[in-house]
């Protein structure tokens, strides 16, 4: 049985040694609060049940001044340990707080010892009884008090106890000696369940925290998770508004992730994925807190110095983290990151405006070229105002009335005549005026009507194709949330077969970007207006983020070279190379090529040179309203047209 005792000592010392988890400290010191100011109280009551019965046998010194002593002490601990209960209490904290408890448990049971054991001989054996059981009482109630700091509870079983066995064992009265007996199986067999019982609580503490640690991690990357950053965003949010410090929330997207899921699947992209995460760990390690939000999109909180120079630079260097590519496997590929900004108080004075603000800076971020770090700005807040602005005129009921659809023609230069013509919406608003699509389609994308205008504006292109000749083509532009949404591919084939056009007449476009949003999606729309005989055509193809295995993957009838590479085109530049290079990808792949943006008569000679079939541009025609067609191609027939 000692060895046991002893081999459980030594356990707790090593535990205590060791120091005991900080989750741990605090559950301990947790219950504590509770227990603690009942165990003073119970030596209080206890105390003075055993002096007052026999007042009048011990000195003054011995039955009021220490009683009265130790009534003063029990009651300040019992005060301090109240106060505790108000207080905010840090792992640091409880780890001292448990310290002096183990420390005050010898001071207080040799003291203890000391006074009831001087009290023994002032009275008959009776006397002598009450006070072994006063001391044994005590003890008992302590040990439950103390029985989550263990250490404590073994020192005052031990001295306590310890002393008054060995006096009543050699005092030679065999009912002492039998209540030793008892004292000491009673006192063990406390010690061994309050063991037990510890040991089961810190495996139940230690299982809530580490339960707790895996609620707020990211299994993949081991980063902290979405639940982790915004309860730090929280706590940080908090501090900076006390303090009036400032703080930045740093929102950074994967460029060009969204394809390794798609092309090398999904266990490569949990690799890459984990080595995206490694590499930002290292590019922000100045950042407090650095998280994985869900998918390709990863958090930062930014304290001490936010200024815009600082945060560019972590803009800089997490660019640069993703200079060389990555290894999948027998491949690499090339990503990058975009990252928003936006600080506190500059950007926004609430916490969830904060986070938005981020958002949208990474949004714009994204609009204007991947790769870049963009610190939301009171020109965002004033794009925010006016884009809330469309969003209302949007759903103003006239709208219908409001939007109209301009042409632009597509030109066969083999045939030296439009082919088809691509429809571009118009919206003259009654309270805004007139907004170009560039604004306003972004704005019906965000505020979640774009599937309606989308619908809208089919209908209104397909009522003018109706009146065209029947070679003439129709182009009409998709957004990548059309694609999302079932009941917009069902609208537009709806639409198709009710107007009883030649489905082969038409021809939908889609931007890059919208094909790596939702690759598996855009795959079966595509295959459904290819199914019904609808062409489909990969726009302002050269200037998105996909990847040509996507082009091999989509069953696409045309790439449409956007007119960043066409203007100035001139033999010799890098543009000049690219150009002739998709010409002939798109020969290759059996796909037409529409050469977007021609201006000139110089770009539209040197394409022609490089053997472009299809142009389309201000040099051949602006957009025009559906009135103008009738006589735009009647003079196309007569040669008045270029
Ligand atoms: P986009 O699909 O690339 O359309 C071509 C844009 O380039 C049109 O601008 C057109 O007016 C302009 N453009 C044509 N030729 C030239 C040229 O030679 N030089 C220059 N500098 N520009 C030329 P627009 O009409 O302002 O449309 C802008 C964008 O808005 C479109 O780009 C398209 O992405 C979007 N958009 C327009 N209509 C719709 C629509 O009905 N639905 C959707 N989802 N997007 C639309
Ligand atoms: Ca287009
Ligand atoms: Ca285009």
């Known amino acids: 049985m000692l060895d046991l005792l002893i081999q459980y000592w030594g356990t707790l010392q090593s535990r205590a040694a060791s120091g005991d988890s900080a989750a741990l400290k605090l559950a301990q010191l947790r219950i504590m609060i509770y227990q603690l100011p009942m165990m003073y109280g119970l030596l209080i009551v206890n105390t003075w049940g055993m002096v007052l019965p026999h007042e009048n046998q011990f000195p003054r010194w011995q039955g009021i001044t220490c009683p009265l002593i130790l009534t003063a002490f029990c009651l300040v601990r019992i005060f301090s340990w109240l106060r505790l209960a108000r207080t905010q209490v840090t792992a640091k904290q409880?780890?001292?707080?448990?310290?002096?408890?183990?420390?005050?448990?010898?001071?207080?049971?040799?003291?203890?010892?000391?006074?009831?054991?001087?009290?023994?001989?002032?009275?008959?054996?009776?006397?002598?009884?009450?006070?072994?059981?006063?001391?044994?009482?005590?003890?008992?109630?302590?040990?439950?008090?103390?029985?989550?700091?263990?250490?404590?509870?073994?020192?005052?079983?031990?001295?306590?106890?310890?002393?008054?066995?060995?006096?009543?064992?050699?005092?030679?009265?065999?009912?002492?000696?039998?209540?030793?007996?008892?004292?000491?199986?009673?006192?063990?067999?406390?010690?061994?369940?309050?063991?037990?019982?510890?040991?089961?609580?810190?495996?139940?503490?230690?299982?809530?925290?580490?339960?707790?640690?895996?609620?707020?991690?990211?299994?993949?990357?081991?980063?902290?998770?979405?639940?982790?950053?915004?309860?730090?965003?929280?706590?940080?949010?908090?501090?900076?508004?006390?303090?009036?410090?400032?703080?930045?929330?740093?929102?950074?997207?994967?460029?060009?992730?969204?394809?390794?899921?798609?092309?090398?699947?999904?266990?490569?992209?949990?690799?890459?994925?984990?080595?995206?995460?490694?590499?930002?760990?290292?590019?922000?390690?100045?950042?407090?807190?650095?998280?994985?939000?869900?998918?390709?999109?990863?958090?930062?909180?930014?304290?001490?110095?936010?200024?815009?120079?600082?945060?560019?630079?972590?803009g800089r260097d997490i660019a640069s983290a993703f200079g060389d590519p990555v290894v999948v496997g027998d491949s690499s590929v090339r990503l990058g990151a975009t990252i928003g900004f936006s600080t506190y108080p500059q950007s926004s004075r609430n916490k969830a405006d904060l986070f938005e603000a981020a958002d949208y800076a990474l949004y714009e971020g994204k609009r204007r070229g991947r790769g870049s770090a963009t610190?939301?700005?009171?020109?965002?807040?004033?794009?925010?105002?006016?884009?809330?602005?469309?969003?209302?005129?949007?759903?103003?009921?006239?709208?219908?009335?409001?939007?109209?659809?301009?042409?632009?023609?597509?030109?066969?230069?083999?045939?030296?005549?439009?082919?088809?013509?691509?429809?571009?919406?118009?919206?003259?608003?009654?309270?805004?005026?007139?907004?170009?699509?560039?604004?306003?389609i972004p704005a019906a994308e965000r505020s979640g009507i774009i599937n309606d205008l989308t619908l809208a504006l089919f209908s209104k292109a397909l009522a003018c194709a109706a009146q065209w000749p029947s070679r003439i083509g129709l182009s009409f532009n998709l957004s990548a949330h059309d694609f999302a949404d079932e009941r917009v591919v069902e609208g537009l084939a709806r639409r198709i077969s009710e107007s009883g056009i030649d489905p082969a007449r038409l021809d939908f476009e889609i931007t890059e970007t919208a094909m790596a949003q939702d690759f598996e999606q855009v795959?079966?729309?595509?295959?459904?207006?290819?199914?019904?005989?609808?062409?489909?055509?990969?726009?302002?193809?050269?200037?998105?983020?996909?990847?040509?295995?996507?082009?091999?993957?989509?069953?696409?009838?045309?790439?449409?070279?956007?007119?960043?590479?066409?203007?100035?085109?001139?033999?010799?530049?890098?543009?000049?190379?690219?150009?002739?290079?998709?010409?002939?990808?798109?020969?290759?792949?059996?796909?037409?090529?529409?050469?977007?943006?021609?201006?000139?008569?110089?770009?539209?000679q040197t394409v022609a040179g490089l053997g472009a079939t299809l142009v389309q541009g201000y040099y051949c025609s602006r957009p025009m309203d559906a009135s103008a067609i009738a006589s735009y191609l009647a003079s196309e027939r007569t040669g008045v047209s270029a």
């Open 375 to 440: 610190v939301f700005s009171q020109a965002h807040r004033n794009a925010i105002i006016r884009e809330s602005q469309i969003a209302q005129a949007l759903r103003s009921p006239d709208l219908d009335n409001e939007l109209s659809i301009a042409f632009q023609p597509i030109v066969s230069l083999e045939e030296a005549r439009t082919v088809g013509f691509e429809a571009l919406a118009r919206w003259h608003s009654a309270t805004l005026g007139t907004i170009a699509p560039g604004e306003f």
């Open 94 to 314: 409880a780890a001292s707080v448990l310290s002096s408890t183990r420390w005050l448990a010898w001071v207080f049971a040799i003291v203890f010892t000391t006074w009831s054991l001087s009290l023994m001989p002032l009275g008959d054996e009776a006397f002598k009884l009450h006070v072994a059981f006063y001391m044994a009482i005590t003890v008992i109630g302590v040990i439950f008090c103390l029985m989550h700091v263990l250490s404590a509870a073994f020192t005052v079983t031990a001295i306590v106890n310890g002393a008054l066995v060995t006096t009543f064992l050699v005092s030679g009265n065999d009912v002492f000696q039998a209540v030793a007996i008892d004292t000491s199986l009673v006192s063990l067999a406390m010690l061994i369940v309050s063991f037990t019982h510890f040991r089961n609580f810190a495996a139940l503490v230690a299982t809530q925290s580490e339960n707790r640690r895996l609620a707020n991690i990211d299994s993949l990357t081991n980063l902290p998770n979405r639940r982790a950053f915004f309860d730090a965003l929280d706590l940080h949010f908090e501090s900076a508004t006390a303090s009036g410090n400032r703080l930045a929330v740093g929102l950074v997207d994967l460029d060009g992730f969204k394809s390794v899921n798609d092309i090398h699947g999904h266990s490569a992209g949990d690799q890459v994925l984990a080595e995206a995460a490694t590499r930002l760990a290292t590019a922000c390690a100045g950042a407090t807190v650095l998280a994985r939000l869900g998918g390709d999109e990863f958090g930062l909180i930014v304290t001490g110095d936010c200024s815009d120079s600082r945060l560019s630079l972590f």
């Open 523 to 604: 795959r079966h729309a595509a295959e459904e207006f290819r199914s019904m005989g609808c062409g489909l055509s990969v726009d302002d193809f050269g200037t998105g983020y996909s990847s040509l295995s996507y082009l091999c993957k989509l069953p696409l009838s045309r790439l449409k070279i956007d007119r960043t590479f066409v203007s100035g085109l001139k033999e010799g530049t890098t543009a000049f190379t690219v150009v002739r290079t998709l010409l002939s990808l798109s020969r290759q792949m059996m796909l037409e090529c529409v050469i977007e943006g021609v201006e000139t008569a110089a770009e539209l």
